[in-house]
């Protein structure tokens, strides 16, 4: 298993109810494929990718590139980059915590990457208190977190004695299998027989070992290294000069303030005590509704009238354009 970043990538903090734990993010996998370089074989200076317009093959300047949605084929909408810029999700340095769900509903088909969460400015505590209560609950935070400009889903989920982020991907971006020709299963309609399971479990049980991730090795890889190091030692190297990586954006300190979970529960039943509340008091204006004379009547309707006509020209000049067709994955351009 390859080590983890020392580096944190994402300081922020954990957030469910009134509780904050701060945290910092770290890489948990890392690519362990060949990746093979462009290079200028006349003088070893790295190759990118030029813009070329696809209809006439010549390059463009990228003033004059524009980024547009194809909603139908060859139909695009143009979207300027200050539209892009106001779509951009609020970035607030918070895992959000939305629910907590049993750790066996989310299918291994929604994981897409993962990273440590190690706690940081004395927030080691609230961050062991949060893991424990996941692990003897079997329960997992459904999160919802922005990093560099993009909103992901994500799971927050115990392993060992570190929380895992798992960023999930979207419901719309995992495809049904209603398209596929499975056979139903729990056994209903199968034409297996006994026998034929005795025999499949006993193959099962005989290739049944303990999971070691090290006992799986990248054969592709191993070769193509392998060669690496035989040129190494022969000598035929390059010196190929690259760009230096940027600093990474450091968030704010959040204060630990474990006393608040007593206040988030507190919260949360006084949410349930308001709305009960809130039933009572209207079964009882309705009640007394029908005492009120025709005038009193009339002047609350025409104020009524009046406040939804308010909150309409409010909504009419806040809300935004609504666009039909596909929905867009685009970054922040650079």
């Given at each position: 298993?390859?080590?983890?970043?020392?580096?944190?990538?994402?300081?922020?903090?954990?957030?469910?109810?009134?509780?904050?734990?701060?945290?910092?993010?770290?890489?948990?996998?890392?690519?362990?494929?060949?990746?093979?370089?462009?290079?200028?074989?006349?003088?070893?200076?790295?190759?990118?990718?030029?813009?070329?317009?696809?209809?006439?093959?010549?390059?463009?300047?990228?003033?004059?590139?524009?980024?547009?949605?194809?909603?139908?084929?060859?139909?695009?909408?143009?979207?300027?980059?200050?539209?892009?810029?106001?779509?951009?999700?609020?970035?607030?340095?918070?895992?959000?915590?939305?629910?907590?769900?049993?750790a066996?509903?989310?299918?291994?088909?929604?994981?897409?990457?993962?990273?440590?969460?190690?706690?940081?400015n004395?927030?080691?505590?609230?961050?062991?208190?949060?893991?424990?209560?996941?692990?003897?609950?079997?329960?997992?935070?459904?999160?919802?977190?922005?990093?560099?400009?993009?909103?992901?889903?994500?799971?927050?989920?115990?392993?060992?004695?570190?929380?895992?982020?798992?960023?999930?991907?979207?419901?719309?971006?995992?495809?049904?299998?209603d398209?596929?020709?499975?056979?139903?299963?729990?056994?209903?309609?199968?034409?297996?027989?006994?026998?034929?399971?005795?025999?499949?479990?006993?193959?099962?049980?005989?290739?049944?070992?303990?999971?070691?991730?090290?006992?799986?090795?990248?054969?592709?890889?191993?070769?193509?290294?392998?060669l690496?190091?035989?040129?190494?030692?022969?000598g035929?190297?390059?010196?190929?000069?690259?760009?230096?990586?940027?600093?990474?954006?450091?968030?704010s300190?959040?204060l630990?303030?474990?006393?608040?979970?007593?206040?988030?529960?507190?919260?949360?039943?006084?949410?349930?005590?308001?709305?009960?509340?809130?039933?009572?008091?209207?079964?009882?204006?309705?009640?007394?509704?029908?005492?009120?004379?025709?005038?009193?009547?009339?002047?609350?309707?025409?104020?009524?009238?009046?406040?939804?006509?308010?909150?309409?020209?409010?909504?009419?000049?806040?809300?935004?354009?609504?666009?039909?067709?596909?929905?867009?994955?685009?970054?922040?351009?650079?």
């Amino acid at each position: 298993m390859a080590s983890s970043s020392s580096r944190t990538i994402w300081k922020g903090a954990i957030s469910f109810g009134l509780v904050h734990i701060p945290v910092g993010l770290h890489t948990a996998t890392t690519d362990q494929g060949i990746d093979f370089d462009w290079l200028d074989k006349r003088t070893m200076d790295p190759v990118g990718y030029k813009r070329i317009n696809k209809r006439t093959g010549k390059e463009i300047d990228r003033e004059n590139i524009v980024k547009g949605v194809e909603y139908e084929d060859g139909q695009y909408v143009i979207i300027s980059p200050e539209e892009i810029e106001k779509a951009f999700p609020r970035t607030t340095q918070t895992i959000e915590i939305q629910r907590f769900v049993n750790a066996s509903e989310v299918s291994f088909v929604y994981l897409e990457r993962p990273y440590y969460v190690a706690p940081i400015n004395k927030g080691q505590k609230v961050y062991a208190l949060l893991r424990d209560t996941l692990v003897k609950t079997g329960k997992i935070g459904i999160a919802k977190v922005v990093i560099q400009t993009k909103q992901h889903l994500a799971a927050l989920v115990p392993s060992g004695d570190a929380l895992v982020l798992n960023l999930l991907r979207w419901g719309d971006e995992v495809r049904d299998t209603d398209g596929l020709d499975l056979p139903s299963s729990g056994g209903k309609g199968a034409s297996n027989s006994a026998a034929e399971m005795k025999m499949a479990k006993q193959l099962v049980d005989d290739m049944t070992e303990a999971w070691n991730p090290d006992d799986f090795q990248n054969e592709f890889k191993q070769t193509v290294m392998g060669l690496v190091e035989k040129k190494v030692k022969a000598g035929k190297t390059e010196t190929v000069f690259e760009p230096e990586e940027e600093a990474p954006a450091t968030g704010s300190n959040i204060l630990d303030l474990t006393e608040l979970l007593a206040r988030s529960l507190a919260k949360r039943k006084g949410k349930s005590e308001d709305a009960a509340s809130s039933d009572a008091s209207s079964s009882t204006a309705r009640s007394g509704k029908s005492s009120k004379s025709a005038s009193t009547g009339r002047s609350a309707s025409k104020k009524t009238a009046a406040t939804k006509s308010t909150k309409a020209a409010s909504r009419s000049k806040t809300s935004p354009t609504k666009t039909g067709g596909k929905t867009a994955k685009t970054r922040k351009a650079a």
